[in-house]
């Protein structure tokens, strides 16, 4: 998740006009041609590191799929909500890697569909994860979960309205986008912290701290 956000800074830098989070699109980074664009606000874009966003993109829709596929017992519990959550997270995978493959001023009807994946199923996966996350996953994670994907759902409705009370076109929808991948890179955190703590409980496995 975090060479999402490392590219997006990258590509972002490459811009002769100053990029902006407010009033410009995500994708704007991945538009393979320099044009103004009209919709749904106007702006000139030109991004000269679009592939390297692209390829991003379509990165990060992987590493969701494969992550939505593996995780079991470590983050869910039994059951058909955490089915129904992974199914939808996965979506949000594919929306990822549609966006990557269909830049949105080359393939349009496919980018605005890998989009509504990305904010319509990730979003609501991520209201359904909260339901369906293993007993050992702090409360307040749990509940944290649903309460991001209700943001964000919140969000996206206002983006697809065209209502941006003080964040701008760029800035609502990045609120409706960025939780899963906040989310995803918090859960992966505490994954790796969790399994740590395992390795060193296991007997024969812990590390000497007193010197030689």
């Not at 106007?42 to 939505?68: K, T």
């Not at 949000?92 to 994946?117: C, I, K, R, S, T």
């Not at 065209?162 to 986008?177: D, T």
Request: a neutral charge; proline letters at 6%.
């Amino acid at each position: 998740m975090a060479q999402f956000f490392v590219v997006h800074w990258i590509a972002e830098s490459a811009w002769a006009r100053p990029y902006s989070w407010a009033g410009n699109n995500i994708s704007d980074l991945g538009n393979a041609h320099c044009a103004l664009q009209p919709d749904p606000e106007p702006r000139y874009i030109c991004s000269p590191e679009h592939s390297l966003m692209n390829v991003s993109f379509a990165a990060l829709g992987v590493l969701i799929i494969v992550g939505a596929a593996l995780t079991s017992a470590a983050l869910w519990r039994r059951g058909r909500a955490p089915a129904v959550a992974r199914l939808l997270l996965a979506g949000a995978g594919v929306g990822f890697g549609l966006a990557g493959l269909a830049p949105a001023d080359v393939h349009e009807n496919q980018h605005v569909l890998g989009a509504l994946f990305i904010m319509a199923a990730g979003n609501i996966g991520l209201i359904v994860a909260g339901f369906g996350m293993a007993g050992h996953m702090p409360p307040a994670v749990r509940w944290g979960t649903s309460l991001l994907g209700v943001t964000a759902i919140t969000a996206f409705g206002l983006f697809l309205s065209h209502h941006y009370p003080g964040l701008g076109m760029g800035g609502m929808e990045r609120v409706a986008v960025l939780p899963l991948l906040f989310w995803a890179l918090a859960v992966g955190v505490h994954g790796v912290i969790r399994h740590a703590g395992r390795i060193e409980e296991v007997p024969g496995c812990r590390t000497s701290r007193t010197a030689a």
